[in-house]
């Protein structure tokens, strides 16, 4: 049974630590604070082996070189962000796999954010790692790719089992429920989630990892195939309802 120890780390990343307990591995996935991630495996006496990148920005890339000086550890990244990465191993892309132990994980294209943002499922422990791809309640800023692409890529995480739980890389829950309710004010799930959401964060709680289920129900992003967001938002077709909500969210 893999074990996920999950952290806080910089403003409102949260950091990973994947463990085996058969074979020992421990897969950082991603690096946003190399000092912080050195410091949760020591204190769970854990041994980084590896590290999956998502995509090449600082935050989730920044600590590869000092972690693999520190461990020796390899690193997996995605095949178009992978020049831009320190330390490189291994360059992954769509049907890919790599492996933690006797379990294995399938490289997902999830590029829009940055052009060659990737995501790690495993589906025997019901986990996909997804970086800034989607987040609870929302998706990542389409920095580099287009909406064609950011839109394809969505469909390859609506498609995983709806009891997913998707680790996403950052606490945005609470901004994202706000453009949420704005962008599909009538969604009764939706609002049951958002205050789910508030008592979480009053609490101090996280609202991640995030059931696949429950973001297909309430997040616009993934719903921008729907014909009542598709009518509220002007889109003809889903891409451009998705373009839609993804512009009306960087102002909002």
Same mark, same amino acid.
């Given at each position: 049974m893999l074990e996920v120890?999950?952290?806080? %780390?910089?403003?409102?990343?949260? /950091? $990973?630590?994947?463990? *085996?307990?058969?074979?020992?591995? #421990?897969? %950082?996935? *991603? !690096?946003? *604070?190399?000092?912080?991630?050195?410091?949760?495996?020591?204190a769970k006496g854990w041994q980084?082996?590896?590290?999956?990148?998502?995509?090449? +920005?600082? *935050?989730?890339?920044?600590?590869?070189?000092?972690?693999?000086?520190?461990? /020796?550890?390899t690193i997996t990244a995605p095949e178009d962000d992978a020049g831009k990465i320190a330390g490189v191993d291994r360059r992954v892309d769509q049907g890919d796999t790599v492996r933690i132990g006797d379990c294995t994980a399938q490289v997902l294209d999830v590029? /829009? +954010? #940055? =052009?060659?943002h990737c995501a790690y499922w495993l589906p025997e422990a019901h986990v996909a790692f997804v970086g800034d791809s989607v987040f609870a309640l929302g998706c990542g800023r389409m920095f580099e790719g287009t909406a064609p692409q950011f839109w394809e890529s969505l469909q390859r995480?609506?498609? =995983?089992?709806?009891?997913?739980?998707? $680790?996403?890389? +950052?606490?945005? !829950?609470?901004?994202?429920?706000?453009?949420? =309710? +704005?962008?599909?004010?009538?969604?009764? @799930? =939706?609002?049951? $989630?958002? @205050?789910d959401v508030a008592r979480a964060r009053a609490a101090g709680m996280p609202t991640v990892p995030a059931r696949l289920g429950r973001e297909l129900l309430t997040n616009p992003f993934l719903r921008a195939d729907d014909p009542a967001l598709q009518a509220r938002w002007g889109g003809h077709d889903a891409v451009a309802t998705f373009a839609a909500l993804r512009e009306a969210k960087n102002t909002f």
């Open positions: 120890h999950q952290f806080p %780390c910089l403003s409102d990343n949260y /950091g $990973y630590l994947l463990h *085996d307990p058969a074979s020992g591995e #421990t897969v %950082c996935i *991603d !690096t946003p *604070d190399a000092e912080e991630y050195l410091k949760q495996a020591a980084i082996t590896q590290i999956w990148n998502t995509h090449w +920005h600082p *935050d989730h890339a920044g600590g590869n070189g000092a972690i693999k000086a520190a461990t /020796g550890c590029g /829009g +954010h #940055t =052009l060659g995480i609506k498609a =995983l089992p709806a009891e997913t739980l998707l $680790y996403c890389a +950052h606490e945005y !829950t609470a901004a994202n429920a706000r453009f949420a =309710l +704005h962008a599909d004010p009538d969604n009764a @799930e =939706l609002a049951a $989630y958002a @205050e």
